[in-house]
């Protein structure tokens, strides 16, 4: 079994900073991608940023500039800095993994539950 566990979520004001962390742990082979996504109330769920195992990253392009996604792969651990928030960026934001379980030929999506973002004054 696989869970993806989020941490780092909160308020902050318009111009702060924040960073998210999303370790996955369990019986873990390897994992291929991991990122971000973020919904907003009455909104899809949009891709916020990725990262491969390689390290090569996309970013959607509201957050390019301002956001940062990094992985350490012996923690498999993926993090978001995210810098100059602004109340538009207001949402809970998930973390997924496309991760190969042991004893596994495939690689599947796992999400972590969630962690809310709030930016307001």
């Known amino acids: 079994q696989v869970q993806l566990g989020e941490s780092g979520g909160g308020l902050v004001q318009p111009g702060g900073s924040l960073r998210l962390s999303c370790a996955a742990s369990?019986?873990?082979?390897?994992?291929?991608?991991m990122g971000w996504y973020r919904q907003s109330p009455g909104k899809q769920r949009e891709l916020v940023a990725t990262?491969?195992?390689?390290?090569?990253?996309n970013y959607a392009g509201s957050v390019k500039g301002r956001f940062t996604i990094s992985r350490d792969n012996a923690k498999n651990t993926v993090y978001l800095q995210m810098n100059t928030l602004k109340p538009e960026d207001t949402a809970v934001y998930y973390c997924?993994?496309?991760?190969?379980?042991?004893?596994?030929?495939?690689?599947?999506?796992?999400w972590g539950q969630g962690t809310q973002v709030t930016v307001s004054s």
């Open positions: 997924y993994g496309a991760i190969r379980r042991v004893g596994s030929l495939l690689y599947e999506t796992y």
């Open positions: 369990g019986s873990i082979f390897s994992i291929y991608v």
């Open positions: 990262i491969s195992s390689g390290n090569s990253t």
